[in-house]
């Protein structure tokens, strides 16, 4: 199942949380592959588990058991450190809510994966312009969150997941939090990227036209993958809207 | 992340919360502050008690009959014959001038005035090696010493109690312990600045002493002395002069080869040593209260830190998210602690700087001032320092092991 091309390949993965006396089991054996460059959309009603499978693919959190392998390492034997240094280089993480750092600039906020990756400061500053120039917000660089729209903040957010150039974006419902015209403007961004560099993209939608931008889907219900079909001819974000001024596609 | 940007970091923190900032740093400012003010008076009463030493001259030692450390089979006494032992040059050619001496209180009465005074017994000899000058009149001569004269020399302010409206009470008969003595001279005054007023004293010839005042004798009937004083020919001849009394008292009290003197010879650098020993003790007593203080301040911080990591739980979440290590967490927050204690530390020293010239300003007629130390200064800066790395360890830790996703979901 897994070859070269493929970039994630869990196995049989599962996740208990345990809460008191409760048990959650929120992932029932997972089995899943992604390959190099494919836009991947992840499916299901909420509490479904698809966050859950996110956070152990963005290794921000740990199966309780089950494999997952990263770009060819096996994720379950990293320590601490390795873990940041993959959440660091290896994936990007683009959140609902955003999880911008409040009264800090759009710069300083796309520089801050850079800072832990120990680049110097004028390299950070030159890489972090030129993503966000490439999600078209050259003009906001000194804009704070609150100075931005959610459509924009979200944008910064893809920026600081794209800066230390990763080789997969995990994207947890990034549409979720925005109107839909912001929201196709976010999966236009994400499809140029997709085609013009080749990145991996997982993302997880419950809206199923958002789903139809993806070249698969994969949908989940209570901790287990029910569905998989490909998408045969994937919708063009882009042509569905009439792109802000700056935003070359 | 490097120490500049580091530092750099923990002063945005630090900056968006200036008045909670502030407030934490002020447990560490009076604390340093506290620090600071005492240890440097208490430097500035060892040099001051060890300048008031020195000025009585560092060539002179005393003889007092027994021992502090060992405990005696006999009464030990130093007699006359002692001093004139001692006094001989062939026996110690070290020793420039004996000046036994007699001291006791006494009731001192004129017409309408009556008083405890300490009468001193002396030799004309007293009057070199304690420097010892008379404004009026003269000092205890040989003569009257070996006559027995009844006759007194009365220090500064005694002369002032007693004869309040005679500029010069020579002439004049005071009565001591009942018998009248007349007034020869008076002395010079020593300046206000000693721990007892050497002014305020009654000085008649030894001999005279010895004979009516206080009739002390030995167990074979020899009159016994309250203390001599010895001036060495120098300062570099202390030691020896010391040696060569020690072993002519051995010899004349026939003192075995293993048992201990029965006289203790005491020098001023042996007052001063010990002096330093009691103010260096206290200082750093003082320096430990105030110490306590700069824990309470160490504290704060630690609470601050951790209300600072709670509301900033998401904040760490993020910064893990994207890849931050436990230890540049533990390092962010470590560096926010040591800042704060350390900008504490900083205005603290000023704080105490001021502090203790102040209190050589309010001094300043009594002759005191306070020492400010680079060893304070330092002692202070190391300290506050440590505190913040102390108290600021368990926050930061709590924040670094903050698992991402759990930081990222706390509201
Ligand atoms: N930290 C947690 N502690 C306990 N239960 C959790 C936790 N996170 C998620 N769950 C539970 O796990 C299940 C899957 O949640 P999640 O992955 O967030 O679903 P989705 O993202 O598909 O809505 C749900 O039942 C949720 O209540
Ligand atoms: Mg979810």
Known sequence: MANSNTVIWVQDLHKIYKMGENE??????????????????????????????????????????????????????????????????????VFQSFNLLPRTTALDNVMLPLVYAGTTGRERRRRAAE???????????????????????????????????????????????????????????????????GITIVLVTHDPRISHYAQRVISLFDGKIIKAEAIAEPIDAANELTLPEGVAV | MNLLEGVRLAL?????????????????????GAVITLMSVGEGVQSYITAQFEAIGTNLFFLVPG????????????????????????QA???????????????VTTPGRDRGVTVTGVTPEYALARDWQTQLGQFVTATDNQSRARVAVLGASTA??????????????????????????????RGGSSFQNEDDVVMIPLNTALSRVFPRRTTTGEPSLTIVYVQAVSEERMDAAIEEVSLILRQRHRIGLDEPDDFTAISQSDIIGTFQQITGVLTVFLGAIAGISLLVGGIGIMNIMLV?????????????????????????????????????????????????????????????????????????????????LFFGIYPAQRAAALNPIDALRYE
Not at chain 1, 42 to 48: E, V
């Open chain 1, 24 to 93: 959650v089991h929120a992932l029932r054996g997972v089995s899943l592959g992604v390959q190099r460059g494919e836009i991947l959309a992840l499916m299901g009603p909420s509490g479904s588990g698809k966050s859950t499978l996110m956070n152990i693919l963005g290794c921000l959190d740990q199966p309780t058991w089950g494999t997952y392998v990263l770009g060819g390492r096996d994720v379950s034997r990293m320590d601490d450190d390795e873990l940041a240094m993959a959440r660091n280089g290896l994936v990007g993480f």
């Open chain 2, 67 to 90: 021992s502090f450390q060992e405990e005696l089979r006999r009464p030990a006494f130093i007699t006359t014959r002692d001093a004139e032992a001692i006094a001989d040059p062939a």
């Open chain 2, 160 to 189: 002032s109690y007693f004869f309040p409206d005679r500029p010069d009470p020579t002439g004049e008969v005071i009565r001591v312990n009942g018998s009248p003595f007349r007034v020869i001279g008076v002395l010079s005054e």
């Open chain 2, 12 to 32: 945005r923190a630090l900056t968006t919360n200036k008045l909670r900032s502030a407030l934490t740093m002020l447990g560490i400012i009076i604390g340093v």
């Open chain 1, 131 to 197: 993503v966000l120039e490439a999600v078209g917000l050259a003009d906001r660089l000194h804009h704070t969150p609150n100075e931005l729209s959610g459509g924009q903040q979200q944008r910064v957010a893809i920026a600081r997941a794209l800066v230390n150039q990763p080789s997969i974006i995990l994207a947890d419902e990034p549409t979720g939090n925005l109107d839909s015209k912001s929201g196709r403007e976010v999966m236009a961004i994400l499809q140029r990227l997709n085609r013009e560099t």
């Open chain 2, 93 to 107: 050619p070290s020793v420039l001038h004996v000046a036994p001496v007699v001291q006791g209180s006494a009731s």
């Open chain 2, 308 to 388: 600072s990591v709670t509301e900033r739980t998401r904040e760490i979440g993020l910064r893990k998210a994207v890849g931050a290590r436990k230890r540049d967490i533990l390092w962010q927050f470590l560096t926010e602690a040591v800042m704060l204690s350390t900008f504490g530390g900083a205005a603290g020293i000023l704080l105490g700087a001021a502090g203790a010239s102040a209190i050589s300003y309010f001094l300043r007629d009594d002759g005191f001032s306070a020492v400010f130390t680079v060893e304070a200064v330092a002692l202070a800066t190391l300290f506050s320092a440590a505190v913040g």
